[in-house]
């Protein structure tokens, strides 16, 4: 009888004692109400007089959750957002933004202060970053009707399924402070009706804005950088003095990038799963393999142009000189750029097979 009584009072001296701690933690932690804070989705930053002005659609979820643009400037984000807080109803929160938009005037002249604020930051999460063609306040201005995580939504959804590269600030910062890589970044505009539009990527040299890429070579570019190839490719097809545009829709693939060190080649080979879409009339359909060498004669120009174009710009957002540092057994990131990387000579091998077909008569 006494083991027993000794054993449920151990059990709940353990008990007491694992409530107490639960409550010792939990009181020490910062209470916040969420009425009573500013859930930041969205912030935009520009230059103005060598100053970051912020700009960031503020929510007031204590009035049908309205939205409205707040707008401060600083010489960091640190004091951007105590300027911010000074404008604001109740204190901006930094932990759930989504996205991060860089002004055309900050991109071109240098993200490194934002990075560097963000990174000091331990409140702030996984977050897209994107490259506006203009000034970030008037393209959040834009928006400011969209429900809170539009921005991020298209993103989210252009990145699965529509060729836009996969990225993020873990992306970015592992672009930019690591060696024989450059910084690249989805580009967002307004088209002619002030409607939001994700067009083509930025690519940086160090933290500048250095190139910009169409919708199409950010899809070729993606194909031959990540595993996730969904996205839609369009080209001409000539025969018999007609000529036509289709598409092809790219639904999966592989594809490897060696480099010969002894011939200066970069050579890629890229395999593509697709749907054939928007066909002529007067193409034959059964005559695949004459379709398929079209496009895959296509596709491999526009590759090589491409990365031609990235060598002609001194910019290397594949990353080929850190396959290059992998097989050298010498490395000198300034002598690759000056002196390998421009000598490059690009061979793509391009493999299409249509396993899927569009509406055909």
Request: aromatic share 8%.
């Amino acid at each position: 009888m006494k083991n027993k009584i000794s054993k449920q009072k151990g059990i709940l001296g353990r008990g007491i004692l694992t409530f107490l701690l639960i409550m010792g933690v939990s009181g020490c932690a910062p209470q916040k109400v969420i009425d009573e804070i500013g859930i930041m989705h969205t912030i935009g930053v520009d230059l103005v007089n060598n100053k970051i002005m912020g700009s960031v659609l503020y929510p007031d979820f204590t009035d049908d959750k309205n939205l409205m643009l707040v707008t401060a400037e600083a010489d960091n984000l640190t004091t951007l957002k105590t300027n911010l807080d000074l404008k604001l109803q109740y204190p901006m929160e930094l932990g759930q933004l989504r996205v991060l938009v860089l002004g055309d005037t900050l991109s071109k002249a240098g993200f490194s202060r934002v990075l560097e604020s963000l990174n000091k930051d331990p409140s702030v999460g996984m977050i897209n970053v994107v490259v506006a063609d203009h000034s970030s306040r008037q393209f959040l201005q834009s928006i400011i009707k969209s429900p809170p995580l539009f921005l991020s939504d298209l993103i989210e959804q252009a990145t699965e399924y529509e060729g836009l590269p996969d990225t993020s600030i873990l992306t970015m910062q592992y672009q930019y402070f690591g060696e024989g890589i450059d910084v690249y970044l989805p580009n967002v505009k307004l088209d002619n009706q002030n409607k939001v539009e994700l067009n083509g990527m930025s690519i940086f040299k160090k933290d500048k804005l250095k190139l910009r890429l169409s919708q199409k070579e950010t899809f070729l570019f993606k194909t031959i950088n990540e595993k996730n190839k969904k996205g839609t490719y369009p080209f001409k097809i000539r025969k018999n003095e007609k000529e036509a545009n289709i598409g092809i829709q790219s639904l999966s693939g592989k594809h490897n990038i060696d480099i010969n060190l002894a011939e200066n080649e970069v050579l890629i080979k890229l395999n593509l799963n697709c749907e054939l879409k928007g066909l002529p009339n007067w193409m034959d359909i059964r005559k695949v393999e004459e379709l398929q060498q079209i496009a895959e004669k296509s596709m491999t120009n526009d590759i090589e142009n491409m990365l031609v174009k990235l060598q002609k710009n001194q910019v290397d957002p594949l990353g080929l000189g850190m396959i290059y540092r992998s097989k050298s057994k010498i490395w000198s990131e300034d002598d690759f750029y000056k002196r390998v990387y421009p000598a490059f000579r690009f061979k793509v091998r391009t493999k299409i097979v249509f396993s899927q077909y569009g509406v055909v008569k």
